[in-house]
């Protein structure tokens, strides 16, 4: 090779070695979620963008899940249960990946590139969770309505119970809704769960009875086997005793899924009132 083809052979390997450093220090970005193939000069993709999903168990990341469905919103569009083989450059969206026994979750893409844009999720494995409520004396109540050997005692004061939720392992409890009705409003001020955040009833709940009153609370996730303590405090009506009331304690958990409008809602019920909680568990007794 001559000397020109030498010199113009070493400015393109600094040309090349300095585009790449520009990539490494960011002050080039490709779009999220890009393949990193632009269009030609006419606007047209020589290989049209499609959207490749990969998708991992939450905790045990080096297990793949494969969603029974994966419902698409495209530029604001819902597109339904599954993502779109047609898509277009620069197109950007969101997907719920759903799976049975997984709590459903949201991811967005692009803007899309022309080719293959793929597109990495978790999911996180979930069943029911455990409930232990404690009395007042720290003994485990019986899980009964109805009641047993072991119950919470008559008060006419204030009566502090303890109630557990525990995750199962290698599972998520879920961002929980948990509902706690007593079957005597007669008896049966109000119930505070301290720590937790007050909410209103779901619509789709149906108390017991007519005599009964309910309260609302959510409670942040709880990740492979961990736990947490909250106290119940319930109060009686003025000059009452509360004796020979139920408590029922039921949790439902959050998920993400497609509203009657077709757009994404997280929680546990759709605007008509209809469930779309993944999980449902509970625990009750008597104060008696």
Same mark, same amino acid.
Do not use: K
């Given at each position: 090779m001559n000397k020109n083809g030498k010199s113009n052979m070493s400015w393109l390997?600094?040309?090349i070695i300095g585009v790449v450093a520009l990539f490494a220090l960011g002050y080039i970005k490709l779009p999220a979620g890009s393949s990193g193939i632009t269009p030609s000069a006419d606007g047209s993709c020589q290989l049209a963008p499609t959207? #490749? #999903?990969v998708v991992v168990d939450g905790i *045990?990341?080096?297990t793949s899940v494969s969603p029974s469905s994966t419902y698409t919103r495209v530029n604001g569009i819902y597109r339904g249960s599954s993502m779109p083989s047609t898509l277009a450059y620069? %197109?950007?969206g969101e997907a719920i990946f759903s799976a049975p026994n997984y709590i459903d979750q949201k991811y967005s893409f692009g803007p899309l590139g022309c080719g293959v844009n793929v597109l990495n999720g978790k999911l996180y494995a979930t %069943? +029911? #969770?455990t409930i232990k409520v404690f009395n007042d004396i720290g003994d485990v109540v019986i899980d009964n309505i109805a009641g047993?050997?072991? *119950?919470q005692s008559a008060s006419s004061t204030v009566i502090d119970q303890e109630v557990k939720i525990i995750a199962n392992a290698d599972q998520t409890s879920? %961002?929980?809704v948990c509902v706690i009705e007593a079957t005597n409003t007669s008896q049966v001020d109000r119930m505070i769960l301290s720590g937790a955040t007050k909410v209103s009833v779901p619509e789709f709940y149906s108390v017991a009875g007519a005599g009964s009153v309910a309260e609302a609370y959510e409670i942040p996730a709880l990740v492979d086997g961990a736990s947490k303590t909250y106290n119940l405090k319930i109060s009686p009506e003025s000059g009452q005793t509360i004796d020979g009331t139920g408590i029922y304690f039921t949790c439902y958990s959050k998920q993400w899924f497609v509203d009657t409008d077709g757009t994404f809602v997280y929680g546990i019920e759709n605007n008509d009132g +209809?469930?779309?909680y993944e999980d449902t568990f509970d625990y009750d007794w008597m104060i008696a």
């Open positions: 390997w600094i040309v959207v #490749s #999903s *045990n990341t080096g620069g %197109d950007e %069943d +029911a #969770s047993g050997a072991t *119950n879920g %961002d929980l +209809a469930t779309e």
